[in-house]
């Protein structure tokens, strides 16, 4: 499919499909739908598609990946917004909006398809069973949130395979912050109680759960069950401590979210600021480019924004269209605020729309310098579209150790992290270059996915490189996609790069040149994956070395230790007391273990 195509095959349903309101679906030729949008005239709204200069880059994508257009005729507009709004809620088609914000923040999770969900830490794509709680825009602050459930309600942080394994209670068990559901510790109907509450601890239901806890300490106190009042009594006191000042005491909502947009030629910054039980826990930023303008943008961004999360009771916009909230509020159950008119939210918002105007006007420089540079390489390179995908690949091994391939990924305009890849190599002999880049790319383009195909792919190496490259597109009969390979200088100066293209150009960019500093960025960012994948590979070698040197560890107890510490310097630093509760230890054993790290100078 191409651009010229999807404009072509528009034009030929506008003639099909009346002026009246309804329903539209843009569908691929794998029959995903990729966008589902409402008109209030569908001819004069599928018709906005071929006007392409007005398209943001995503939407030209679209366009040239379009194969089939459906439309639903409605009685009215306002049926129309409702079930476009339901269609996208449940399908969440993946062009309808896409949610940039300007940093990757991470999550805490709860991964429900296990008979025991665990919790953990978690940045990318987000999955349908899990239940996500953030965004948290400072790490420490997910790290102590962390901490202080499993110190409260003692749910497992492990990986599943390290839970199936396990025979006694690990070190977290020992110091209260698990409750060792792996050996049977705890029931599963009690395990369940303990993960609602965890649940509604997160989702801001602080009041309720601390009036639970309360309840349930006093029902234990009247059954004579003094231990385990004390120790719901310790999880209060522990609970409460957590409590903090709150920061915007004239808010009159306890739980809500407010958002402001601004827009400026097509392009939108929303910025977030979510209160729970009064209190600020953090803000983010999205852009978003789309031809919707006012109360779709809002619309469609919130069915996005809560499409894997529970929103609060109430929210505050700055764009409330009557039928756009009636709307939302029924799909949500939720009521909804005019940001720009509530006064019980007026400061909160005046920060968060002058936030979203700095940073859209920022934003919107950088990408037009970032635009210009994409349209000098589409050029250099002779590409037939705009470029939306860069992948960049590198081998390393290490005096033949560690070989492993790396891929980092780009829109053009920012790293995608969490497309970011490690092939770890299997078939090859260690050191052979080409059959390890041979390798690498077979695995990644023997299944290609509609909308994850590169338009460029570097690759750091020479011509020889390419030539394997341009092989295994061929032999895989992938095609539309330009192989470039990046030399460095005969005195490997940066600056001095060559660039060798599939169709046999040789390039050499002036020193000074944008392209050539973009290009290099590129490069030295799959460098840097790299590095930092072979220094973890090193550490856990050397880690394991380490410890294989402590007078009867034998590998059990070793895994045991690494498990618990982590690292070679956390269990140096590691009291007696606290190796004496680990499993399979012991006393004596511990002691001994104890004695001899620091008998050992430092390394």
């Known amino acids: 499919m191409s651009l010229e195509t999807g404009i072509k095959l528009i034009n030929q349903t506008i003639k099909d499909i009346t002026e009246e309101s309804g329903v539209y679906k843009m569908i691929n030729a794998q029959g995903e739908i990729m966008y589902v949008g409402k008109a209030k005239n569908l001819v004069r709204r599928v018709h906005q598609y071929t006007q392409i200069e007005r398209l943001p ?9 379009l194969a089939k257009i459906e439309v639903l005729i409605t009685k009215s507009e306002e049926e129309a917004l409702l079930l476009e709004a339901q269609l996208i809620k449940g399908l969440q088609p993946k062009f309808n909006i896409a949610l940039k914000s300007d940093k990757s923040f991470p999550y805490l999770v709860i991964d429900n398809a296990h008979k025991f969900p665990r919790i953990f830490k978690y940045r990318g794509a987000k999955k349908e069973k899990n239940s996500y709680f953030g965004p948290f825009l400072v790490t420490g602050d997910l790290e102590n949130l962390m901490l202080n459930i499993q110190k409260i309600f003692k749910l497992r942080s492990c990986s ?29 109907a009690d395990y369940s109680k303990s993960l ?25 106190s009247e059954n004579l069950q003094f231990e385990k009042a004390a120790e719901i009594r310790d999880t209060i006191h522990l609970f409460n401590q957590l409590q903090t000042e709150e920061l915007y005491n004239e808010n009159a909502y306890d739980n809500i979210d407010i958002f402001a947009v601004y827009s400026m030629q097509l392009r939108n910054a929303i910025q977030v600021f979510s209160i ?16 919707e303008e006012g109360d779709e943008i809002v619309k469609t961004f919130l069915l996005t924004y809560y499409a894997k999360k529970a929103p609060p009771s109430v929210i505050a916009v700055n764009y409330t269209d009557s039928n756009t909230v009636k709307v939302l509020e029924t799909l949500f159950n939720i009521k909804i605020l005019n940001a720009e008119k509530d006064k019980s939210v007026a400061k909160i918002y005046s920060i968060a729309r002058k936030n979203a105007e700095i940073s859209l006007i920022q934003h919107m420089k950088n990408d037009i310098v970032a635009d210009e540079i994409l349209q000098q390489l589409q050029n250099v390179f002779d590409l037939d579209k705009p470029i939306q995908r860069i992948e960049v690949y590198d081998n390393s091994h290490i005096q033949g150790q560690y070989a492993v391939g790396c891929r980092v990924v780009s829109d053009g305009k920012q790293f995608i992290k969490d497309e970011y890849r490690i092939f770890k190599i299997r078939q090859v002999k260690v050191g052979d270059d080409y059959s390890m880049m041979h390798e690498v790319l077979v695995r990644r383009f023997k299944k290609l996915e509609s909308t994850n195909i590169p338009d460029l792919i570097l690759i750091d190496g020479g011509p020889n490189h390419l030539a394997v490259a341009s092989a295994v597109l061929k032999g895989l009969n992938v095609t539309n996609i330009r192989a470039v390979a990046i030399a ?49 590979l090193r550490q856990k070698e ?3 070395s380490l410890t294989s040197t402590i007078p009867g560890i034998g590998s059990k107890r070793q895994k045991i230790l690494l498990s618990a510490f982590g690292s070679y310097e956390k269990i140096k630093q590691a009291s007696l007391k606290e190796l004496q509760q680990l499993p399979n230890f012991g006393k004596n054993f511990a002691l001994e273990v104890y004695n001899y790290l620091h008998s050992k100078k430092d390394e």
């Open 57 to 65: 880059n995503r939407l030209k994508l679209m366009v040239s990946l």
């Open 542 to 544: 050397t880690i394991t």
């Open 196 to 220: 609602k509450r965890a649940k509604k601890f997160l989702s801001g239901d602080v009041a309720e759960l601390r009036n639970e806890l309360i309840k349930e300490m006093e029902i234990t």
């Open 160 to 188: 599943d395979k390290f839970f199936s394994r396990r025979q006694r209670p690990c070190l977290l068990y020992q110091i209260s912050r698990c409750s060792a559901p792996c050996v049977s510790k705890i029931s599963e």
């Open 488 to 536: 460095k200088g005969p005195k490997r100066n940066a600056g001095e790069e060559t660039f060798y293209l599939d169709d046999g150009q040789v390039i050499n960019f002036a020193k000074d040149d944008k392209v050539l500093y973009y290009l290099q960025r590129l490069r030295d960012e799959v460098h840097r994956f790299a590095i930092s994948t072979h220094r973890k």
């Open 276 to 291: 729970r039980e009064g209190k600020n826990v953090g803000h983010a930023n999205f852009f978003l480019d789309a031809i």
